[in-house]
């Protein structure tokens, strides 16, 4: 559900020293959402080798971050000649716990997105609530486990204002600033393609043909994550050949969280890629 400039703020200007960068925002999310086509892995990749051949990066190094290591793949796999190197971050070859749901869960995503798009309006409502309503239970328990105000990602959002706009690096001491500007970054975006991501992700596998990608590939472990299981991303090690694994000692909201372990590990990674490529 995250915007490009909501998970990367934080990396831009810091991998921007080093490499031309570009954050692009996923099918249905950000400022294009509504209207987007409708969600699909593939149809992620396609986008994004489109958007490499019409900014002329040439073979690029890609960096997928949890869903966006899912299209990384899908994108080695199909446009294997614009990929340079792979960084997969907090990802893995397949992420539904209960295989056995998959069919039920493609026929209420199917249902869910359908009837999204048909009443937009109420779709859009229901999203701003439902993302405010998270996003207040997520600083509640940010402040009793931390015991101190303000959001955690505070200092880095400030230093990287430039990246993102001034406007948004404004953040008061309560640090109702960053979760304003967090709401509307996924408000913007369209709840049927997230729908439509959440299926697609549980329906995903990339373990039967992963070890045929020839790409070089760097894995970022984060060792902290509740939500994509540690041992499910070093499945990304066994299965590509030659891929190099990182450890980050972080959670899932490493890239936004915890930016000084993510940053320097991320760097690394992606220098390591243009040398070997």
């Known amino acids: 559900m995250a915007t490009a400039a909501l998970n990367w703020y934080g990396s831009l200007e810091f991998l921007g020293r080093t490499f031309r960068t570009v954050a692009p925002d996923m099918r249905g999310h950000g400022r294009k959402g509504h209207g987007a086509p409708p969600f699909t892995v593939e149809g992620c990749a396609d986008d994004l080798a489109a958007l490499i051949d019409e900014l002329s990066l040439g073979r690029a190094i890609v960096v997928g971050y949890s869903m966006g290591g899912a299209i990384a793949q899908m994108l080695a ?13 907090a990802t893995a070859p397949s992420f539904a716990r209960r295989v056995k749901l998959r069919p039920a869960t493609r026929v209420v995503g199917h249902v869910g997105s359908a009837a999204a798009r ?41 230093a990287a204002g430039k990246g993102i706009g001034a406007e948004r690096a404004r953040i008061n001491e309560d640090g109702q600033g960053w979760m304003a500007w967090a709401l509307a970054e ?53 299965l590509i050949p ?8 972080a959670g899932h909201d490493a890239a936004v969280a915890q930016p000084g372990v993510f940053l320097p590990t991320l760097r690394d990674a992606c220098n390591e890629l243009a040398q070997r490529s």
């Open 118 to 158: 048909k009443w937009p309006g109420a779709a859009h409502q229901f999203l701003s609530w439902r993302i405010a309503r998270h996003d207040r239970k997520i600083e509640r328990r940010r402040r009793q486990a931390n015991n101190e105000g303000g959001h955690p990602a505070a200092h880095v959002l400030d």
């Open 186 to 238: 996924r408000s913007m975006s369209d709840l049927a393609a997230f729908i439509e991501a959440g299926a697609a992700l549980n329906a995903y596998d990339s373990s039967p043909w992963l070890p045929q990608l020839d790409v070089p590939t760097a894995v970022l472990i984060t060792s902290g994550d509740a939500v994509v299981a540690p041992w499910r991303q070093e499945r990304l090690v066994t």
């Open 77 to 89: 796999r199909r446009h294997r000649d614009v990929v340079r190197g792979l960084v997969l971050c």
């Open 242 to 249: 030659g891929a190099r694994r990182y450890f980050v000692d």
